[in-house]
C-alpha cells in the first residue's frame, strides 16, 4: 500500500493509539496510569520479539490497581496498534520479567515490563520425547504446535524439501535451537508476528507492507552495500553411499541496482562447503542455490525511520521510489521496532535487498 494512501486511511496520523491486553483484561492509560514509552522489537533474526513497557502508577487509583492485578510472570500478553479506528494486532507473547520499584514514600510506582513472543517461549521448554525419531516435517510440526505455543500463536509451516524430509534422530538441544538450526540449514525463515509462528522458506510468498512513494513520512533513510561475506558463487560438496563425490554450484545472479558495474568485477572466487549430511546430487544443487540466495540477499541493507506504521512487519516486502537512484528499489523487511512514548509513535526498521 502506497504511504500516500496510508495518510488518507489515519487521517494524517493523528491520534496514534494501542490496546495492551494482559491476562485477559485491557491496561489503558487513565487516571493514576502514565505511560512513558514502550517499544516493540520483531525480527527474522534467531531471537524472540520483545516488547518492554514503563509506566507509572499510582495504587490509590483503581486504574492502577487494573495493571497491579493483571502483570503476572507467564501471563499472555497481546498488543495491538495503530490510530483511532485501526488498531492492528502486532504482538503476542508472554510476561518474562518485571520490576515493581516501590516508592516507599507512597508516591507513584514504577512499573517496568518485558514480554517475549511465542519463540521466547520456545527457548525455556523442551518437547519430554526427546529421543524420539520422525521425518524432519514431523519434528517441526510436534515442536511448533506445543501447548505453550499454540496458547498465544497459531504454526504456519510450509513444506519442507521431499529429499530432506527424512528421519530425524532428535539430540539434546532445546527446541528453539534445532527450529534455529534446521531453518538455518534450509535458508527458511523462522519468526513470529501478531499471534502467528512461521516457519518456511523466505522471500516467495511475501508481499509489498508499504510503499514509500517519495519522502512523506520518512524521517531518516539509509542504504549499506559491503562486499563483506560476498562471493562469485556458492559451491557444496559431499560423498553419497558409495563414497562417490558429489559437488554444486550456483553462480551469484546479475545484481541490480547503483553501483553493480563495480561489483562482479570484485567478486573472483567460490566459497565451498563441505556438507557431510549430503547423500544426493538434489540436495547439494537445493542447498547450493538458497545458500547463493542468502548470501546476495546479505550484501545490501536499507535502514529507516517513520512515521508510526502497523503495516511494516517482518517477513514482508518495503519499497521505496521517486527518492534517489541509490536507495530506490524493493527490501525484505527483517527486523522492525514500534515505539510510542510522549514524543508519540515512530517506526524504524531494517530490510535487505
Same mark, same amino acid.
Given at each position: 500500500?502506497?504511504?500516500? /494512501? ?12 494501542? !490496546? ?27 531471537? #524472540? ?21 493483571? *502483570? ?26 518485571? /520490576? ?9 510506582? &514504577? ?34 504446535? $506445543? ?30 535451537? &534445532? ?12 519468526? !513470529?508476528?501478531?499471534?502467528? /509462528?512461521?516457519?518456511?522458506? #523466505?522471500?516467495?510468498?511475501? =508481499? ?13 533513510? %539509509?542504504?549499506?552495500? %559491503? ?8 559451491? *557444496? ?12 554450484? =550456483? ?8 553501483? *553493480? ?22 540436495? #547439494? $544443487?537445493?542447498? #547450493? ?28 516486502? *518495503?519499497?521505496?521510489?521517486?527518492? %534517489? ?16 512514548? =510522549?514524543?508519540?509513535? =515512530?517506526? %524504524? ?5
Amino acid at each position: 500500500m502506497k504511504f500516500s /494512501v496510508l495518510y488518507d486511511k489515519y487521517n494524517g496520523f493523528r491520534t496514534p493509539t494501542f !490496546t495492551l491486553n494482559v491476562s485477559g483484561r485491557t491496561l489503558d492509560v487513565v487516571s493514576g496510569v502514565q505511560l512513558e514509552s514502550m517499544e516493540c522489537r520483531l525480527t527474522t533474526l534467531c531471537e #524472540a520479539g520483545t516488547l518492554t513497557l514503563r509506566a507509572e502508577l499510582d495504587s490509590s487509583t483503581d486504574g492502577a490497581n487494573v495493571w497491579l492485578e493483571s *502483570v503476572q510472570l507467564g501471563a499472555v500478553c497481546t498488543l495491538s496498534l495503530g490510530y483511532v479506528g485501526t488498531e492492528q494486532v502486532v504482538f503476542s507473547g508472554f510476561v518474562y520479567d518485571v /520490576v515493581w520499584d516501590d516508592p516507599l514514600d507512597h508516591a507513584r510506582m &514504577i512499573l517496568e515490563m518485558t514480554c517475549m513472543d511465542v519463540r521466547g517461549q520456545l527457548m525455556l521448554s523442551s518437547c519430554s520425547d526427546a529421543g524420539a525419531s520422525r521425518t524432519l516435517s514431523q519434528l517441526v510440526r510436534k515442536l511448533l504446535n $506445543q501447548s505453550c505455543c499454540t496458547r498465544m500463536a497459531t504454526a504456519q509451516i510450509q513444506t519442507i524439501p521431499q529429499d530432506w524430509d527424512l528421519p530425524f534422530q532428535r539430540t539434546g538441544s532445546t527446541d528453539f535451537e &534445532i527450529l534455529c538450526s534446521v531453518a538455518d540449514f534450509l535458508c527458511f525463515e523462522f519468526y !513470529t508476528y501478531a499471534d502467528t /509462528v512461521y516457519f518456511g522458506p #523466505a522471500r516467495d510468498s511475501s =508481499e509489498t507492507a508499504v510503499t514509500f512513494d517519495g519522502p512523506n513520512g520518512l524521517i531518516h533513510l %539509509s542504504r549499506r552495500r %559491503s562486499l563483506a561475506g560476498q562471493c562469485a558463487g556458492m559451491a *557444496v560438496s559431499s560423498a553419497d553411499d558409495k563414497g562417490e563425490r558429489i559437488y554444486a554450484r =550456483e553462480a551469484r545472479t546479475t545484481d541490480n541496482g547503483f553501483g *553493480v558495474d563495480h561489483i562482479e568485477s570484485a567478486l573472483i572466487l567460490d566459497r565451498l562447503e563441505a556438507e557431510p549430511a549430503i547423500r544426493t546430487m538434489a540436495q #547439494a $544443487q537445493y542447498l #547450493a542455490k538458497q545458500r547463493m540466495n542468502k548470501c546476495q540477499h546479505h550484501s545490501s541493507m536499507l535502514l529507516g525511520q517513520c512515521t508510526g506504521l502497523p503495516e511494516l512487519r517482518p517477513g514482508r516486502f *518495503v519499497e521505496v521510489t521517486d527518492l %534517489s537512484q541509490q536507495v530506490n528499489g524493493s527490501y525484505y523487511i527483517q527486523t522492525v521496532i514500534h515505539t510510542i512514548d =510522549e514524543t508519540g509513535f =515512530e517506526t %524504524s526498521f531494517e530490510a535487505q535487498e
